[in-house]
C-alpha cells in the first residue's frame, strides 16, 4: 500500500486534511502541536475502474457504480517548525515517521494566518511562500546527519578489500525508505570520491538532497484556499508547479453534508448538489466551499 505522509508547520491544518480524507476523529485545535502522537489511517484515491470498459461493473468492494477508489495509508505526525532536525519542536518524532513514506504532502497554511511556528496572525500577514524551502531543508539535514552518524563505519569498511562504496551506501539509504532504484539513480547523477575518507560535509549534503528528493517527492498542499488572498495562491504555484488549492475545513463539511443527506456528494467530485433543507447560512457556506 502506497503510503503518503502529512508534513508542514504547526497550525497548517494537517489534522484536519487528514480528518476529511480518512473520516477518522483526530484532536483538531488552533494552537500549534495540537498533534503529538502520530494518527495513522487509510484514505483512498479514487480513478476510473477497468471494468468501464466491460459489459458489467465489477462489483468489489473497492469499485463503486465504475468508480475504484484504492486504498492509500495516510500518516498525521507533529508539525515542523525551523531546526527541527536538531530536535526543536517535535521534529525528530516526525522526521523519524517519515522514513516509510513514499510521498510526502506539504500541507501549507495558504491564507497567510499562521507565522513560521505556526502561532495564529492575521490573514495575510505571514507569507506562506517562505514555508515551501524550509519543510524541503529539513528533511534534507534530517537526512544529511543520518549519513554523517554512520559515516564512521563506512570509513571501517572501507578498510576492507572488497569494500564496494556504492554497496555500502545502498545500504544505509534503504534504511532511511529509499529504494535501491533510488540509491542507484542517485549515485549516478551526483561526483564523489571513491575513497569515504575523502568525503566532506558538502558531498553528504549533497547526497542526502538528492536521495530525498527521489525518495521522497513532495506534492504541495495549499490549504485554507477559501479564505487565501489570491496573490498567495499565485505565489505559490509559482514556486511550486505542484500545488494544489484546497479547504480541508470546506472538504470536511462536505462530507459530513453528504453523510447527512444534505448534499449530493462523493469525495473526488468535481461539484456537489443541495438535496435537502439548510439553512440560510449553511447555504453560503457550501457556496464558499463550491468556489474553492
Known sequence: MLSIALAGKPNAGKSTFYEAATMADVDVGNYP???IDANRGVTHARA????LDLPERCGTENCADGKRYVPVELLDVAGLVPGAHEGRGLGNQFLDELTNADVVLHVVDASGGTDAEGEPVEVGDHDPVEDLQFVEE???LWLAS???????????ASR???FDIDEKLTEMLTGVGATELDVARTLRAVEYPEDPIQWTDEHRETLAGEIRARSKPVVVVANKADVAPPENLQALKERNEATIPVTADGELALR??????AVDYDPGDPDFEVVAEVSDQQREGLERIREV
Open 138 to 140: 529539513e528533511m534534507d
Open 33 to 35: 502541536f495540537t498533534t
Open 48 to 51: 476510473e475502474c477497468p471494468c
Open 160 to 162: 576492507s578489500p572488497d
Open 146 to 156: 543520518i549519513v554523517e552518524r554512520n559515516w564512521e563505519s563506512v570509513e571501517r
Open 256 to 261: 459530513r453534508a453528504a453523510e447527512a443527506g
